[in-house]
Nanobody, 124 residues
Framework: QVQLEESGGGLVQAGGSLRLSCAAS????????MGWFRQAPGKEREFVAQ????????SYTDSMRSRFTISRDNSKSTVYLQMNDLKPEDTAVYYC?????????????????WGQGTQVTVSS
């Protein structure tokens, strides 16, 4: 059983930056693909980015590729999401998730473990 805890959310002005962290415990972190998702009020949960465990390959939703960067530190069992040039439409609860599949996935139903989420609010 893996426990995930996000941190780093908050209120930021448009154009600003935030770095989200997700600390994992209870499992072999280095063997999990890690993903970030977000959910705005009244909308479905949306894929943001993922990083695979075995080759560290990353993938992003196209609209966020140039502004967001996912990374991981296996020695700290932590995955990060660096978010730059934030826009009001980035306002959402951001969740990290883990799965132990061989290949990465952007499908939230294929993730086994989820954190509680951290709120990101971008003011205009």
């Amino acid at each position: 059983q893996v426990q995930l805890e996000e941190s780093g959310g908050g209120l930021v002005q448009a154009g600003g930056s935030l770095r989200l962290s997700c600390a994992a415990s209870g499992g072999t972190f280095s063997r999990y693909n890690m993903g970030w998702f977000r959910q705005a009020p009244g909308k479905e949960r949306e894929f943001v980015a993922q990083i695979r465990w075995f080759d560290l390959r990353t993938s992003y939703t196209d609209s966020m590729r140039s502004r967001f960067t996912i990374s991981r530190d296996n020695s700290k069992s932590t995955v990060y999401l660096q978010m730059n040039d934030l826009k009001p439409e980035d306002t959402a609860v951001y969740y990290c998730a883990a799965n132990s599949r061989w290949s990465g996935t952007s499908n939230p139903t294929e993730y086994d473990y989820w954190g509680q989420g951290t709120q990101v609010t971008v003011s205009s």
